[in-house]
């Protein structure tokens, strides 16, 4: 009769033990978000009290930006120094479990009177999302010339014999007029032809007869007017679309 | 003996940042700092033979072309394009010279 009963008091403790530990913690509706131009609340509800996490960042493949609160069922987040104007991802659970992810956008203006390094970096190859009132490519302002011509102690050079094909008033309004030309064939799909050999890309505009060359990092080697009608039909290379292009960001 | 690749062909200035010609023979669009020919450009578009070239730059006193990079310390035109042309003499003899063999004597 004791073990009878010692037996059943065994069942119901594990039953409760073994179900206290398998329970998933629950989200309780959806997190709330109160953003701000720089900053940004992040309020969530769980069934049960457990820790709080959220991962949050401007790629949604790498949330790389953590921060960690009590044991709750109320969560709270305060997320400060974010950038205005811009989307961030997010993720919110447990140190176990991810319950929910989400976006939200700051509020305010895109700053872009600094931009990361990074953000630099990629600017070389990729051209800046237009403006609504700016029409073409060429009217993008280019990345400062170390980031977009190739060897700049030959650009001197290279200005003093073709920098009158473009009117280019300085070695680096030149060298800012190639950087344009590269980001037009992106955009307008001009004629491109890329040398595998060596990774040089040369892209050539019919209408205004201007040719470039970049290397395999797509910065330039030269920039002119051919004077042979011919000259870009006797370029090596093989012909390529925008989407082939190796430097493009990742 | 080889010509080092990345010398120009036209003067024999042994330090340009790549060779005039890659394997495929795309040109390098480089502009030779020393005698100032542009690789695929001042030959494919203009038409000017590298041996043209040379004596327009011979008779022009060998003067140095580069702006943004400074000559060489003890830079010397004539010694330059003197071993270009024993390179370029070295590279059309075909053969190995011949030897002194003992047997022959």
Redesign the interface.
Known sequence: MFMKGLKSLLIVFLSVFVGALTHAVELVGQPQVKAEANSATILWKTDVACGTRLSYGRNAAQLDQKVEGAVSSAHEVFLSGLASGTTYHYSVGSARTKLAAGTFTTSGAVNTSQPSIVRRVLGVFTPTPKPPDTGSPADIAAPPTRQTWGNVSTLQDHFDRHGRDFSSKSPDDYAAQAWQLLQRARAESLPMKLDDTDGTLRVFDPQTRALAAYNSAGRTKTFFKPESSSYWQRQPGRPVKPADLRFSPR | MKIPLNTCPVCGFDQL??PPR?????A????C?CC?F?F??TD????VSCDDYRERWIAGGMAW?????KAPKGWNPQTQLGALARLATLKRVKGRPPRFSMQLL
């Open positions: 940042d790549e890659n394997r495929t023979g795309g390098s669009m480089e502009i700092s100032g542009q695929g450009v494919d578009d203009q038409g072309s580069g702006k943004g990079k």
